[in-house]
């Protein structure tokens, strides 16, 4: 990704990725650091954390093993990453399956991902953010086109959604937003080993856009929301229009 634009912006700010162990976590805290920012590098795996951090091309990171699921844990996070730019948390922790079959503790958990920690996290680092700070988390498609075997990831996913909004109003002048991806191939689908090709090509093929998302399509979304002083309270869709068919 082109970081010439983003110097401005990033530059010298200090952000906090949860979620940077792997995928588009790691995406971003590579794009970020490439154009300048301090990162703070949190989530549940030390190792993926560390191997995150020997990727950066800029200033060394901070790597913060942090729990969402334990407050203590994020308490320790705020304190340890002390002034506060930006907060960008890509965490998730899906709980799928029929209804009929769904287990508390997983359910929790998808819930600490997507909503309590979230929420907590604004708790615990919003009186650390300089002026313009943000927080930005993720939610996803499936909240908007709910499917058999999805209720949990659709029902968090669609929380954050309002949590955001609610955030955005207490916490202002700093700003809360959500990027809510599709189907991208960031090596999350390669657990299907064989089978992945021919889901991205039906995905693809069903998408208005006509194709399935890249990390950088969504690292570029959350570029976004971190950079304009002037969004707030808002989920920026970046899934090729899946939500609408």
Not at 122 to 148: C, D, I, N, Q
Request: glycine share 10%.
């Amino acid at each position: 990704m082109n970081t010439a634009l983003l110097q401005d912006s990033l530059d010298g700010r200090r952000i906090v990725v949860i979620g940077a162990g792997s995928h588009i976590g790691r995406r971003l805290a590579q794009t970020a650091s490439a154009a300048g920012a301090e990162l703070v590098l949190a989530g549940p795996d030390a190792g993926r954390l560390e191997a995150t951090a020997a990727t950066l091309a800029g200033r060394p990171a901070l790597v913060r093993p942090t729990d969402l699921t334990d407050e203590d844990a994020i308490a320790a996070l705020a304190a340890a990453a002390g002034r506060v730019d930006h907060v960008v948390s890509t965490a998730a922790a899906p709980a799928n399956g029929p209804v009929c079959g769904l287990d508390l503790a997983d359910v929790q958990r998808a819930f600490a991902a997507k909503v309590f920690g979230p929420l907590l996290l604004a708790k615990h680092l919003a009186a650390r953010m300089s002026e313009g700070g943000s927080f930005t988390f993720f939610s996803g498609v499936a909240a908007w086109r709910p499917a058999p075997e999805r209720v949990v990831m659709a029902t968090a996913n669609g929380a954050l959604a309002f949590l955001v909004e609610a955030l955005a109003v207490e916490l202002a002048p700093l700003r809360v937003n959500a990027v809510s991806p599709g189907i991208v191939d960031s090596g999350a689908w390669d657990r299907l080993g064989p089978d992945k090709e021919a889901f991205l090509r039906g995905a693809a093929a069903r998408n208005p856009a006509r194709r399935t998302g890249t990390p950088d399509d969504v690292v570029r979304s959350v570029l976004y929301a971190v950079g304009n002083p002037f969004v707030t309270g808002t989920v920026l869709h970046v899934d090729g229009g899946a939500r609408l068919v």
